[in-house]
């Protein structure tokens, strides 16, 4: 399982889900729902300061439809957490997401122009790609609850869609 | 046809709306209905014959678009409805703009 993660996954996710590697250690759905909504979360910061920070059209309107999407989601997400009356749990995969998210935020406050909108753009690809893996090989599998299961699974979707829309404009950047 | 699609027929049939059936659309009155739910056109691939109405229902909390590269481009609100007036050059693939994982087709009778 380790071998897996580590194949899929980069960067923070691989680090913070290796700890979830062996199958009793899976993370519970009220660490999921945490995961997922922090996912969500920190990709709409990110957008935030794009949309604060780029000149470029196509960046602005790709960092709105995260904005959009992620929090339209993410009401999903509270509705589902709060009719099945669970409370996200904070784990070390969520604090870990959050630690290199401000990292990176950080690390793309000091760029400017192209080089900010080559950056973002960048981390975008890589940063949905990494939540897709994780949805994909532990989140979903992982998941007891079927309505949490399936709206990760519309999640998976989202993202997906998000990480070709990202891989788009980053063509168009060159 | 899978479970799933069917049982998006039984619940569509439920909430009493009346779509076109899943694989196959039929113009009624010249529009076709796609509809659009978890990221998907429903159905996918459609035809049509020129100036039938193709109309797109999005039931997604998230914006769409009907993309055609280098052709035209409706956007499709959260909740909305969009629709074009098809033309003779329509027999093409479109996708989401903003989710390019969902595609389909509409062919020209
Ligand atoms: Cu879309």
Known sequence: MKTILKAALGGAFLFVLAQFAPAQDKPSDPQIAHIAYTAGVIDIEAAKLAISKSKNTEVVEFAQSMVKDHEAVNVQALDLVKKLNVTPEDNPTSQALTKAAEEKRAELGKLEGAAFDKAYIDNEVAYHKQVNDALQTLLIPSAENAELKSLLETGLKLFQGHQQHAEHVAASLK | ?109
């Open chain 2, 1 to 109: 046809m899978t479970t799933r699609a069917l049982n998006r027929r039984v619940f569509l049939a439920a909430g009493a709306v009346v779509l076109a059936s899943g694989g196959r659309s039929r113009a009624h009155n010249g529009t076709i209905h796609v509809s659009i739910e978890n990221l998907a056109f429903v159905p996918a691939n459609i035809e049509a014959a020129v100036g039938d109405r193709i109309e797109w229902t999005n039931r997604d909390p998230f914006d769409h678009t009907a993309t055609v590269k280098g052709g035209w481009d409706i956007v499709i609100p959260a909740g909305q409805v969009a629709t074009r007036i098809v033309q003779a050059g329509d027999t093409v693939e479109y996708y989401c703009r903003f989710h390019p994982n969902m595609t389909g087709t509409i062919k020209v009778r």
